[in-house]
Structures are given as structure tokens and as C-alpha cells.
């Protein structure tokens, strides 16, 4: 019916092949001497989505989940996962050769406490692990009478004999249209914080870093137009970004060469080295730093200096040009999602279409505005008990009917080169039942807490966080992720520093941009999640006394009528949605066909009491 250019939906591999790797690589392990090996979820730089060379912990064990770890040692395995991919480990990986365990609580490393024995050795690929995972490392060796060994190559790749090569997408440059700021008023900012920090330099080993400070963008990962590079800011002088030179044109090198020196990837470790050798003070990034980088500036005589990189603040709060273009992009892919809507309202009842089918055509109508560049994550479309998995991803084996008396959950997003988007919507197909317009409501009384919350300047998202669970906590229910988290400006959907969380402490400023998706999830039968994405204000209050900051509403799509149980909302809250459909059907409707139009109108209506 449709075709999709960005997601595939095909099964990860299983069974014997994976058996097979298992052996192998415990063979290398005996080889190289080791009695275990951890094989984490990542790429040097801790990337959300990562190319497929870095795959081994999906070619490993199955599991494709974004996060994630497995440890192998001889007799025993385990895969570690949170509490999004409990259900998807479950199905993913062979019980009889891996164990599932927590990634969070308890951690992986009270499991190789208790399993490994004095005298063993257990490997780790410093490049993979930041310092403080390093740390973990070695303290549950420690605990159990064994030794952590830095690898000097990753055994996993030993025996991964059809690894994919590295990326080597073109880079391109972010234009001032879009960026806003030049890159020499950027690297004055950043000099600023190094200067604050009292070091000689700062290593950017976060991809998105340097994307955002030299105004580039590249493909190298999916969903994200990441470059991946790194670079090395001197607090007085030229920096010198670390790049595969096969990524650029003579235009994107002229566009480098005027604020940086452009090396090889091999050039950073002579390069920081030297540096260390005079004595060198370095700041790293502890969430994004490998541990290898901290070794080789301890080893040549110089200091690492760990702390949290500045330009994750610096890049979190948008200029008033990223912020225009994230608001044109979310009216144009408000125009996609009414097309969408429209045609799965017309056409799901039938029973005809699929989970996939979905997916498809909400590509299909993104890719129709002609500025999607990509989609922001792999869409998770979910009906049915397919719904209740929080990070569910449909393939061919999986796939659902959508069919009346299920709910359709649908969350997606798009990169365009003005704006990055992520929303969820959820759907009645035929008639809810009370359970699920009651559940519904709860989740979308939180939603409108969180879009209508005045906090004053320094306000974290963990103050904000119970405000979008109190309904649910009303009636002994609760969801199992965050509220929201930070998006990027044609960069991550998932942009730190800042989230809505119990663990959101970075205080939430002016220009900063956030989803807000509370939900509920019950297992086996139906999910319901709302998000909008919200840009933090100034409040207009008359007559504060201090500063107050609010919530404006970015996401122009309609919330399905259907499923609000009208007699729970308050009056405030009924104004709210009635003015948010009113502002959606006035921004949206002039774009769209008469066909869709008409459904707008109907999907928009005002509820009344």
C-alpha cells in the first residue's frame, strides 16, 4: 500500500546463528585468556542510535533494544535490560543460553559480584565504557576477588567475521537559515565554560557536540543527522576537529577550515597525548567520554578532568532562529498527522490494515510535505497488547491487525532541516470500553498538568514529574518511563541535559524544548500514551513577584475525542483542550485538502461538559 523509506520490520536473528556466536566468541575468551567479556549496547561516544559495525550486542544475543548490556563468562550469560524492554528481551533472546536480568535495580554489576570467582578476568573494550561504568567494573571484580582487563582490541569483532564497514556519509553544513549562530560565537561560548572549568582544553567526544558547535550535519547513524567526529577545544587557541576526511567536500572542508584545524580520526590520540606530556589539564565528558580517552591522558602525564560537558546546556537552550524553525516544523508535520489520522479513521474499522501498514503511511504523508529528511526514531505502532509494549517495534512476525475494539498507539516523529518532531497519539478503533476512556482521561489529565504547569526560574523536571501522574496514582496505577524528555534542533529527539523525570535535576530554562507523554500501559491488553512537544517561556503573570517560566505547546494534532470521559475533566481542563483543538484546526485546516478538512472539523469539535 505504501512504502517506507527509513524503517525495515524485519526479525533480528535467531536460533542457531546465534548459538554459534555464543561458542565462538567464549572460544576467543579462552584464547585471549579471559574468563568473561562485557559487550555493552554502544559506540565510542555512548550514541542513542548507532551504526550497524557497532551492533554486537544485537548480533551477540538478538536483543535490538537501545540500551542494554550482556556479560558472557564460561559456564553462564546474562543480557541486562530496563524495564522498556522486559516484554521485547523476552521474546528476542534464547532463555536457554542468556538469562534476562535488570540493567537498573539491581544493576548489572551485583550480578557479576555474585558470579564471578576468585581469580578471574574479565574483559572490557575501554572505548565502549565510560569512566564511571569502568569504575563499576572494576569495583564488582574487586568485590569478588577478580581482575578487569582492558582489551586491546574487541574480541567480539575477532569472530563477527561479516562486521559492517564504518560510515562514511557526506557531511553537510547547517546553514545560518537554520543554525542561527556562526560557529565563532559558539566557540566564544565555549571558551567561556572552559575558562570557568580552569582547564587547558575540552575534548567534545559527543558527536552531537561537535554537530551543533561547527554548524554541520551528517548520516552516519540512523534517525540522527550525526557526523560522526570528534574535536579538542584549547582554552587559547585554534581547535582541531577529528574527522574521516572521506565524509567531506571541498565545500564542507572550506566550511571547517575557517574555524578549525580538520585531522584524521587517528590524529586524536598523538594529538591529546601531546597535550597531556606538558601537563595538561583535560575536561572530559562523563556521559559520553570512553574510558579509553581518560587512560591515554593519565598514561602520557596529564590530567583528565571529569565533569559534565557545557555544550549539552549550551545546545539544549534554542536560539530564536532554532526555535522558528522547530515551530514551522512541527506546522508542516502537523499536516502529515492530520492526513494520517484522517485515513486511519476512514479506513482502520475495515480490519484491513496493519501495524506496518501504519507506519507506512504515516511516512508516506511526511515524505509528501518534501523536507523529511529522515524519521526521528523507528516509529513504534503499536495495537492491541502490542500497544502495552513501551518501545515496541513492529516486524513481519509481530505485525497486528488493527481491527475495532483495540486501541492504535502511534509514536513518531520527523527530521527536517528546520526542526526535529516526536508525537504520540492514541485511537479508538470501534467503540473503547470504560476501562480505556477512563485510563485515557487519567493519562490526559496529566498531559494537560504538565502543558498548563507555571514554575518559576530553576524549577527541575523531577518538581514537575508528579503532575502528570497524580490521576494515575489516584487509582493505583502508574507508568514506567519519564514524562519527558529533551529534543534537539535537527539533531537527537533525545537530547540531554534536561528531562521530566524523578531523575530530571537539570533546572529547566527559557528556550529549552521537552516532550510531555504521560501514559499507561496494561500488560496484554491496550497502551495509551499523549505527547506534545512543549518550548519553555517566559509565564505572563501580572504581578509576580519572582520569575516564572510556563509551557507553550509546539505539537498541532488532535487528541481522539472518543476516548475522554468528558464528566472526569475539570472546567480548566476542558478549556484547555477545547483551545488547543481551536488553535489546532486554525493552524492546520488552511493546509489541508476538503477531505481532510472535514475531518478535521469533526476531530477538533468542542466538547462540552
Known sequence: MFEAHFQTFEEPEAGVALTARLAALREELARRKLTGFVIPRADQQQNEYVPPSEERLAWLTGFTGSAGLAVVLTHEAAVFVDGRYTIQAAKQVDSRAWAVESLIDPPPESWMSAHLKAGDRLGFDPWLHTFAAAERLAAACTKAGAELVAVDSNPVDAIWQDRPQPPIAPVTVHGMQHAGVTEAEKLT??????????????????????????????????????????????????????????????????????????????????????????????ALDNATAADALSRLITGAGGKPVRGSDPIALLKAVKNTTEIKGT????????????????????????????????????????????????VSFPTIS????????????????????????????????????????????????????????????????????????????????????????????????????????????????????????????????????????????????????????????????????????????????????????????????????????????????PALDETTKAWLDQATAELKA
Not at 236 to 256: A, V
Not at 260 to 269: Q, S
Open 189 to 282: 561560548q565555549i571558551r567561556s565554560e572552559i575558562g570557568k572549568l580552569g582547564v587547558d582544553a575540552l575534548v567534545l567526544s559527543d558527536s552531537h557536540a561537535v554537530a551543533w558547535t561547527f554548524n554541520i550535519r551528517g548520516a552516519d547513524v540512523a534517525h540522527t543527522p550525526l557526523p560522526l567526529s570528534y574535536a579538542l577545544v584549547p582554552k587559547d587557541s585554534r581547535p582541531t576537529i577529528f574527522i574521516d576526511h572521506r565524509k567531506l567536500s571541498n565545500l564542507t572542508r572550506d566550511h571547517l577550515e575557517q574555524s578549525a584545524d580538520v585531522r584524521e580520526p587517528d590524529a586524536m590520540a598523538p594529538t591529546l597525548m601531546a597535550l597531556a606530556k606538558s601537563g595538561g589539564s583535560i
Open 382 to 589: 503499536g495495537t492491541g497488547p502490542n500497544g502495552a509494549i513501551v518501545h515496541y517495534r513492529v516486524t513481519r512476525k509481530s505485525n497486528r491487525r488493527i481491527v475495532p475494539g483495540d486501541l492504535l498507539l502511534i509514536d513518531s516523529g520527523a527530521q527536517y532541516e528546520d526542526g526535529t518532531t516526536d508525537v504520540t497519539r492514541t485511537m479508538a478503533v470501534g467503540e473503547p470500553t470504560d476501562e480505556m476512556r477512563d485510563r485515557f482521561t487519567r493519562v490526559l489529565r496529566g498531559h494537560i498538568a504538565i502543558a498548563r504547569a507555571i514554575f518559576p526560574d530553576g524549577a527541575t523536571g523531577a518538581q514537575l514529574d508528579t503532575l502528570a501522574r497524580q490521576y494515575l496514582w489516584a487509582a493505583g496505577v502508574d507508568f514506567e518511563h519519564g514524562t519527558g524528555h529533551g529534543v534537539g534542533s535537527y539533531l537527537s529527539v533525545h537530547e540531554g541535559p534536561a528531562r521530566i523525570s524523578k531523575l530530571g535535576t537539570t533546572p529547566l530554562k527559557r528556550g529549552m524544548i521537552l516532550s510531555n507523554e504521560p501514559g499507561y500501559y496494561k500488560t496484554d491488553g491496550f497502551g495509551i500514551r499523549i505527547e506534545n512537544l512543549e518550548l519553555v517561556v517566559e509565564a505572563d503573570i501580572k504581578g509576580a513577584e519572582k520569575s516564572m517560566n510556563a509551557f507553550e505547546t509546539l505539537t498541532l494534532a488532535p487528541i481522539d475525542r472518543r476516548l475522554i470521559d468528558v464528566g472526569m475533566l475539570s472546567k480548566d481542563e476542558l478549556d484547555w483542550l477545547n483551545a488547543y483543538h481551536a488553535r489546532v484546526r486554525a493552524e492546520v485546516r
Open 327 to 374: 515551530q514551522s516544523a512541527h506546522r508542516r508535520d502537523a499536516v502529515a498527522l492530520a492526513r494520517f489520522l484522517a485515513f486511519i479513521d476512514r479506513e482502520a474499522a475495515s480490519g484491513k490494515l496493519t501495524e506496518i501498514d501504519a507506519v507506512e503511511a504515516l511516512e508516506t504523508f511526511r515524505r509528501d510535505t518534501g523536507a523529511l529528511k529522515d
